[in-house]
């Protein structure tokens, strides 16, 4: 019987495990067990997913492209005197980006004259297609609506600490400044409130048209366009099921289930259990039903965000509102048919599993399909022409 494993709250996954990924195809979880003779450590396998792995190396250099895009933008004639670098970005930063710089020349242009010091300023090029954000934001403004809507219905409460939604805020798309130019423009959706000396986000209407989970939209798709075989529906030797309460499972490569576990895990895809959108409040936590929903819940909020992922920190920090799991990581590593956990980047990183085909995402959204188009003037040859969902 599982006990505990190290960093309940997950604060830091990468401190959970007992040794790195290195350039291994797995790596080893140290797990408590307790048995007759006591609690003892048992080390388990944990499955590299490689694919996903890049997809956080091939986060990088974007990042830092469009964040020099975006302080360039921001300066009063849209060029950034290079001495002024420093102040934007910082001394360590500073000769990363003037690396940058030079290795984009269709991207940056650096200006000087005899009296003039030098300047970076974006291509005619890059300036043309810079001015497209305005319409992407457009577009993306009723998806982030719609988003954070049902991230509040998600909540015990209806409402979130104005401090968590800050520190998710890039995650999910929302503006900078989206307290100042999105929540006042939708007061019936939004409103602010201080409660016990902390302001909160809270909803204003709910709209039971928005309690429908992504993985309940899919289903819907494919029932749709099911040819409608007769036959018994069986779990398949990767663990899906085609029923209304299953979920789309892929194992790593290397996991071989027994026939033992795949009976096991088709109870568990057979499943009933209540909507994410139902108050946690109602259900037993030891409950198998509700833990399942609670599966259910760390699906809808990933699938809520634009890239399919969220730092472990930053999932941690829904653990009151949503009524997430102590054990949240033994929760993240049972479903790993699921999510996938790297410690990739300068924090570790939870993904859905669904939401990519390799490392490329699937679904992208309005301001996601705007970045690719920038960043296709670097050369980058890694971007394909995926569906945007709006």
Not at 35 to 40: A, D, M, P, Q, V
Not at 94 to 122: C, D, H, Q, R
Request: glycine share 4%; net charge positive.
């Amino acid at each position: 019987m599982l006990q505990r494993v190290f960093s309940p709250k997950m604060k830091s996954l990468s401190h959970c495990y007992s040794t790195p990924f290195g350039k291994s195809s797995y790596m080893l979880l140290q797990i408590m067990h307790k048995t007759s003779g006591g609690t003892r450590p048992k080390k388990k396998v944990y499955h590299r997913v490689h694919e996903l792995d890049k997809a956080m190396d091939l986060r990088k250099k974007p990042t830092a492209i469009l964040k020099l895009k975006s302080i360039i933008q921001s300066q009063k004639n849209q060029s950034l005197l290079l001495r002024d670098l420093e102040k934007e970005v910082g001394i360590i930063q500073k000769w990363n980006f003037i690396n940058l710089i030079e290795k984009n020349p269709w991207v940056f242009y650096v200006s000087s004259g005899y009296k003039t010091p030098p300047a970076v300023m974006l291509t005619a090029k890059a300036k043309k297609i810079a001015d497209e954000e305005v319409l992407a934001n457009e577009l993306m403004e009723p998806v982030l609506v719609r988003n954070l809507r049902k991230l509040l219905m998600l909540s015990v409460e209806c409402r979130l600490p104005l401090e968590t939604v800050d520190f998710v805020q890039p995650d999910f798309g929302f503006p900078v400044d989206y307290k100042e130019s999105l929540i006042p423009k939708y007061p019936e959706f939004f409103s602010v409130k201080d409660l016990h000396g902390r302001r909160y986000l809270e909803l204003g209407i709910w709209d039971s048209s928005l309690a429908v989970t992504a993985r309940e939209e899919r289903f819907m798709l494919s029932r749709m366009s099911d040819t409608g075989s007769s036959k018994r529906a069986r779990i398949s030797k990767d663990g899906n099921f085609p029923g209304p309460f299953a979920f789309r499972l892929n194992f790593p490569v290397g996991f071989r289930p027994n026939a033992g576990y795949l009976q096991e895990l088709e109870k568990w895809q057979k499943m009933e259990f209540p909507s994410p959108y139902l108050n946690a409040k109602r259900f037993e936590v030891s409950d198998p039903k509700a833990r399942k929903r609670v599966v259910a819940v760390l699906h809808e909020v990933l699938s809520l965000t634009m890239e399919k992922r969220l730092t472990s920190g930053q999932l941690d920090a829904f653990h009151s509102e949503l009524r997430l799991p102590a054990r949240l990581l033994l929760c993240l590593i049972k479903h790993h048919g699921m999510f996938y956990i790297t410690n990739k980047g300068a924090r570790s990183t939870v993904f859905l599993k669904e939401g990519y085909d390799g490392s490329k995402l699937v679904d992208k959204c309005p301001i996601l399909t705007f970045r690719d188009k920038f960043m296709e003037l670097t050369g980058r040859r890694d971007l394909e022409p995926t569906s945007c969902t709006t």
